[in-house]
């Protein structure tokens, strides 16, 4: 299974960027699909989430800005990022639960990172 991230960029403050997460390879299903982002020198953290039923979560400093979606048939979750800051610098990665077939066991994969970069 490999996740591919991408559509991050260089966007001028208020503006919009939207980042895809698409995952291929030996899948039965997937779960739940989580975006993180770390800005440098700073931890990792939870920016937003999705459950396999389309229940979404978000951090309080991206609630109202940012909206996370997915698409089942093409394996492939959106995090759309408007009103951009530049405290949302950062590299974007994307994180997914995925149900392999035969043994329908669920493991966690993780796609490269995105660089988003807001300017001022």
């Known amino acids: 299974v490999q996740l591919q991230a991408s559509g991050g960029g260089l966007v001028q403050a208020g503006g919009s960027l939207r980042l895809s997460c698409a995952a291929s390879?030996?899948?039965?299903?997937?779960?739940?699909v989580r975006w993180y982002r770390q800005a440098p020198g700073e931890q990792r953290e939870l920016v937003a989430s999705?459950?396999?039923?389309?229940?979404?979560n978000y951090a309080d400093s991206v609630k109202g800005r940012f909206s996370i979606s997915r698409d089942n048939a093409k394996n492939t979750v959106y995090l759309q990022m408007n009103s951009l800051k530049p405290e949302d610098t950062a590299v974007y990665s994307c994180k997914a639960f995925v149900v392999v077939p035969r043994t329908l066991y669920e493991y966690s994969y993780w796609g490269q990172g995105t660089l988003v970069t807001v300017s001022s």
């Open positions: 390879g030996n899948i039965f299903s997937i779960n739940a």
């Open positions: 999705i459950s396999s039923g389309g229940s979404t």
